[in-house]
C-alpha cells in the first residue's frame, strides 16, 4: 500500500496538529503538511472546517527535498503563492464532482508544483510570470536528480521522462542557469563523492567503490573531473581528511 502526505488547509478554525516532535497551530491564513504513515495529532477546541490535497508520498517527493521538514510547520497562504494555491485546491474540492479524474489529476498536479514553490522557495526567489511553469518543472528536475544521482544510466532523457516533459523542454528550462542539466548530474555526482571520502566512516571504502556508488564507472574520467572540479585528486583529499581526524583526535588525547 502505498503512503501518502495530506496538504491541510483551514476555512475556520484555529486547529493545532503535532508531529515529529512539532507543534503548529494553523488558521485560515496558514497551511501545513502531514504524513500519514506516521503518528500525528489533530486538535482543535471549537469547530472547525478543513479542505485537502491528499497524494502519494512519492509524488511529493519528486517535488520537496525534505518531505518532514515541512510537516507540522504552520505556512502562510496569502497573498501571494500560497494563496494561489489554496484558492484553487479549493474550488477543485467544490467542483470535483463536474471535473473529469483526467482534468482533476491535471490540475492537481499544477497545483503541488505551485504548492512545491510557496513552500520552500523565499520570497526574493519566488517566481513571477511565465517563468513560475519552468521553476516548477527545474525544481521536479534537481529532486528527481537527487533522488537517483547514484544510478549510472541517469541523464538528462531519463529525468526529462520521469517528471513529464520533453527533453528539449527540460534543456531550455535549464539554460538560464549557470549548469546544464548534465553539468548539474556531474557536479551533484562529485559533491557526494567529497563527502564520501571526507567521511571517516567510509574508510574501508575504495576510492573506486565510492566512485561507482555515486554514478561514475570510470575511474579515469572521475579522477579528472574531481580534480578539475575540487583542484585536488580523490587520494589527495582522503589522505588530507584522515591527516585532519588523526590531528584532531590526538589534540583530545
Known amino acids: 500500500m502505498s503512503q501518502s502526505c495530506v496538504f491541510l488547509f483551514v476555512k475556520k478554525g484555529p486547529l493545532t496538529i503535532e508531529q515529529f516532535g512539532r507543534e503548529a497551530l494553523l488558521d485560515s491564513s496558514s497551511c501545513s503538511l502531514v504524513d500519514l504513515a506516521s503518528p500525528y495529532v489533530l486538535k482543535h477546541a471549537t ?114 521522462a520521469a517528471i513529464g516533459v520533453s527533453t528539449r523542454y527540460l534543456h531550455k528550462v535549464f539554460e538560464s542557469s549557470e549548469k546544464s542539466v548534465s553539468a548539474h548530474i556531474r557536479a ?14 567510509l574508510n574501508q571504502q575504495s576510492i573506486a567503490e565510492i566512485a561507482g556508488r555515486n554514478g561514475f564507472l570510470n575511474q579515469s574520467f572521475f579522477a579528472t573531473s574531481f580534480k578539475k572540479e575540487f583542484g585536488v585528486s580523490p587520494r589527495s583529499l582522503r589522505t588530507g581528511a584522515r591527516t585532519q581526524a588523526s590531528g584532531r583526535r590526538n589534540a583530545s588525547e
Open 47 to 160: 469547530l472547525t472546517d478543513t479542505f485537502f490535497l491528499k497524494a502519494p508520498e512519492v509524488v511529493i517527493r519528486s517535488r520537496f527535498k525534505d518531505i518532514h521538514s515541512h510537516c507540522a510547520v504552520a505556512r502562510p497562504i496569502g497573498p501571494g503563492m500560497g494563496r494561489i494555491a489554496a484558492d484553487m485546491i479549493a474550488s477543485l474540492v467544490e467542483n470535483a464532482s463536474d471535473v473529469g479524474d483526467q482534468e482533476a489529476a491535471h490540475l492537481a498536479t499544477q497545483i503541488l508544483d505551485i504548492l512545491a514553490i510557496a513552500f520552500e522557495a523565499t520570497p526574493a526567489d519566488m517566481p513571477e510570470g511565465p517563468s513560475l511553469a519552468r521553476a516548477a518543472v527545474r525544481k521536479r528536475a534537481l529532486a528527481y536528480i537527487d533522488r537517483w544521482i547514484g544510478d549510472p544510466a541517469l541523464d538528462p532523457a531519463r529525468v526529462a
Open 188 to 201: 551533484m555526482r562529485l559533491e557526494r563523492a567529497r563527502q564520501d571520502l571526507s567521511d571517516q566512516r
